[in-house]
Nanobody, 124 residues
Framework: QVQLVESGGGLVQAGGSLRLSCAAS????????MGWFRQAPGKDYEFVAT????????NYADSAKGRFTISRDNAKNTVYLQMNSLKPEDTAVYSC?????????????????WGQGTQVTVSS
């Protein structure tokens, strides 16, 4: 079992930045690919980014490329999402997840564990 707890969400103006963190506990964190997903009001969950167990490979949604950076620190059992140049359409609940690999995880069918989410609100 892996427990995931997100933090770092909040209210930010358009063009601003936030860094989300996801702290993991329980089973071996470094054995999992990790990812970030988001759900805007009235919409389905959307893939944002994934990272492999070593941190050497990443995968981004088109909406995140060039603005968001996913990283991980296996010594701290934590995965991060640095979000820059935020837009109002980035407003959503952001959740982290663990799965077998970066591409399977991105489909959400490969999610083994979910966090509870953290709210990000971008004002115009």
């Amino acid at each position: 079992q892996v427990q995931l707890v997100e933090s770092g969400g909040g209210l930010v103006q358009a063009g601003g930045s936030l860094r989300l963190s996801c702290a993991a506990s329980g089973r071996t964190f470094s054995g999992y690919a990790m990812g970030w997903f988001r759900q805007a009001p009235g919409k389905d969950y959307e893939f944002v980014a994934t990272i492999d167990w070593s941190g050497g490979r990443t995968n981004y949604a088109d909406s995140a490329k060039g603005r968001f950076t996913i990283s991980r620190d296996n010594a701290k059992n934590t995965v991060y999402l640095q979000m820059n140049s935020l837009k109002p359409e980035d407003t959503a609940v952001y959740s982290c997840a663990a799965g077998p690999d970066i591409f399977t995880l991105a489909t959400m069918s490969g999610v083994h564990y979910w966090g509870q989410g953290t709210q990000v609100t971008v004002s115009s």
